[in-house]
């Protein structure tokens, strides 16, 4: 079929000092088997040469440039940036030191179009290392619950979709989704309230929009490395935007009484975690998450953290005789 009858889908790629991995990235994007494509690239004024590089893909007639020449100050802001010349009913934001599937947009877009109540479509990521190595997916390490879900049939519903992500971000990377682009801007984009956990919040508020669809498949692969945004900042300011990140979301939307408990007992996992992780800095931001731990009374982090060793063991002795 000829590209002019085809949906414009739109990807917004953004660009800062990973001038190592712009031709894997941009490549597994030019070369993509679906034809109507518009590539608006967002350079945040990377200083390592990475916009002399940028510059090669110029011949490619639906390649945009957008060579900043002062950094916007994040990923989030860069992100809006782009979206902000997008002309397609779907978008992707694919990072720079990401790479896709030749066949990504296809795949993606070909469930999109045939699940109108999908807004979303997101696929399994290959983990791979500075090199491109595959050592891992993120799908691995999915709760069971998410696991069984998707077993049969990949649609994962609005209300279903709240739960996944009030205990994980089960969308872990932006490369790995197609959106329809109306539900980006019903949403006001990704939010600049956060700096590490724009994604996540992004996901949870669309689950008040759209219901979501899964892909086994890989087609996305998520590039681990020192430099990426999570593993530069800091433990207590991600603690921080979780804590951010659930409650807003609580204040902000009006859910029931079962998703609000839904999202506490999470807040509560996800900051336990971090516990576990780094205690030293989980407790820098102690002032911050204790008026909200106090909220989880009779919960295992609450007796864990505020509680006594004789609560704590009660708490899982009860819990397991009603069980």
């Keep these: 079929m000829d590209k002019i009858h085809l949906p414009l889908v739109s990807i917004v790629f953004t660009s800062y000092n990973h001038k190592t991995f712009l031709k894997q990235a941009l490549d597994s994007l030019v070369n993509q088997t679906y034809?109507?494509?518009?590539?608006?690239?967002?350079?945040?004024?990377?200083t390592d040469g990475s916009q002399e590089i940028l510059l090669q893909y110029e011949k490619y007639e639906n390649v945009v440039l957008k060579l900043q020449t002062k950094n916007s100050g994040s990923y989030v802001n860069a992100s809006n940036f782009g979206a902000s010349f997008v002309k397609g009913a779907y978008i992707l934001f694919a990072q720079?030191?990401?790479?896709?599937?030749?066949?990504?947009?296809?795949?993606?877009?070909?469930?999109?179009?045939?699940?109108?109540?999908?807004?979303?479509?997101?696929?399994?990521?290959?983990?791979?290392d500075e090199n491109g190595i595959v050592f891992a997916n993120d799908f691995t390490g999915r709760e069971r619950s998410f696991k069984n879900a998707i077993k049969n049939n990949g649609l994962i519903e609005s209300a279903m979709m709240k739960e996944f992500l009030s205990f994980s971000c089960v969308i872990p990377n932006l490369s790995a989704a197609l959106i329809k682009s109306e539900l980006f801007k019903q949403v006001n984009g990704l939010s600049n309230t956060y700096f590490v956990l724009a994604d996540w919040a992004f996901w949870l508020d669309l689950t008040e929009k759209t219901n979501f669809y899964y892909v086994e498949k890989p087609l996305n692969y998520f590039r681990q490395h020192g430099t990426t945004i999570r593993s530069s900042i800091k433990m207590t300011t991600q603690i921080i935007e979780v804590y951010k990140m659930f409650y807003g979301h609580i204040a902000?939307?009006?859910?029931?009484?079962?998703?609000?408990?839904?999202?506490?007992?999470?807040?509560?996992?996800?900051?336990?975690?971090?516990?576990?992780?780094?205690?030293?800095?989980?407790?820098?931001?102690?002032?911050?998450?204790?008026?909200?731990?106090?909220?989880?009374?009779?919960?295992a982090l609450y007796y864990l953290l505020l509680g006594t060793k004789k609560q704590l063991v009660e708490y899982f002795y009860n819990k397991t005789s009603k069980n």
């Design 35 to 46: 034809l109507n494509l518009e590539i608006i690239v967002v350079d945040d004024c990377s």
């Design 96 to 128: 720079c030191d990401d790479f896709a599937e030749l066949n990504q947009i296809e795949t993606l877009l070909n469930i999109a179009q045939n699940n109108p109540s999908v807004g979303v479509v997101f696929s399994k990521s290959n983990l791979v």
């Design 252 to 299: 902000t939307y009006n859910l029931s009484s079962s998703q609000i408990k839904n999202i506490k007992i999470g807040a509560g996992a996800v900051w336990f975690s971090y516990f576990v992780e780094n205690k030293k800095a989980w407790f820098k931001c102690f002032t911050t998450v204790l008026p909200k731990i106090r909220e989880l009374e009779n919960s």
